[in-house]
């Protein structure tokens, strides 16, 4: 079945970067764009942005656009996400979720999240 | 950006109850519209997609509709495993965005 596995909490302290790894199975990869969403404590859902599995094509929430990069890695069908300057409202949930046609339209499958928690 | 006006914010039912939340796009989305529910600790489920088509293997007590600007979420029999909170998610254009939640509770 479809599975979309990622890597474990991360701490950090605020400026550093984290990079959050979000692994595909069950299907083709290189047949479904990826995007990845975030969910702050008691906040609601916040898309960052969407990368092709074929040629890393991105596009980005504009509030992040500067310090989040979205890269793939199709011998390992994985993908990742780097936010760098963290600052402590980057604290969140951080989901990788598949593209349901293949591009550019709803999410039909979610990793597990990643909490990422920036603090002093 | 388009932004997603989502009703009730949260809402008190009981189990057998039917219940809709509605979702309001401040501009058209030609029915690029998504539900989903989510469940503390859980990844998040998608439950509709184009505004009414069910995802597989969601039970058929959930329903979507709407067109232009103003689509529904329709549970027709709450059972207790319904109890959550939903999103709706418009993705006409990016930014894709959300509505800000509504929690669903007993």
């Known amino acids: 079945q479809v599975q979309l596995v990622q890597s474990g909490a991360e701490v950090k302290r605020p400026g550093a970067s984290v990079k959050i790894s979000c692994k595909a199975s069950g299907y083709t990869f290189t047949s479904y764009y990826m995007h990845w969403v975030r969910q702050a404590p008691g906040q609601g859902l916040e898309w960052i942005g969407i990368?092709?599995?074929?040629?890393?094509?991105?596009t980005y929430a504009q509030k992040l656009q500067g310090r989040v990069t979205l890269t793939t890695d199709t011998s390992t069908s994985t993908v990742y996400m780097e936010l760098s300057s963290l600052r402590s409202e980057d604290t969140a949930v951080y989901y990788c979720?598949?593209?349901?046609?293949?591009?550019?339209?709803?999410?039909?499958?979610w990793g597990q999240g990643t909490l990422v928690t920036v603090s002093s | 950006d388009i932004q997603m006006t989502q009703s009730p914010s949260s809402l008190s039912a009981s189990v057998g109850d039917r219940v809709t939340i509605t979702c309001r796009a401040s501009q058209g989305i030609s029915n690029s519209l998504a539900w989903y529910q989510l469940k503390p600790g859980k990844a998040p489920n998608l439950l509709l997609y184009a505004a009414s088509r069910l995802e597989s293997g969601v039970p058929s007590r959930f329903s979507g509709s709407g067109s232009g600007t103003d689509y529904t979420l329709t549970i027709s029999s709450l059972q207790p495993e319904d109890f959550a909170t939903y999103y709706c998610q418009q993705y006409y254009s990016t930014p894709y965005t959300f509505g800000q939640g509504t929690k669903l509770e007993i």
């Open positions: 990368v092709t599995p074929i040629g890393g094509t991105t």
């Open positions: 979720a598949r593209d349901g046609s293949g591009s550019y339209s709803w999410f039909d499958t």
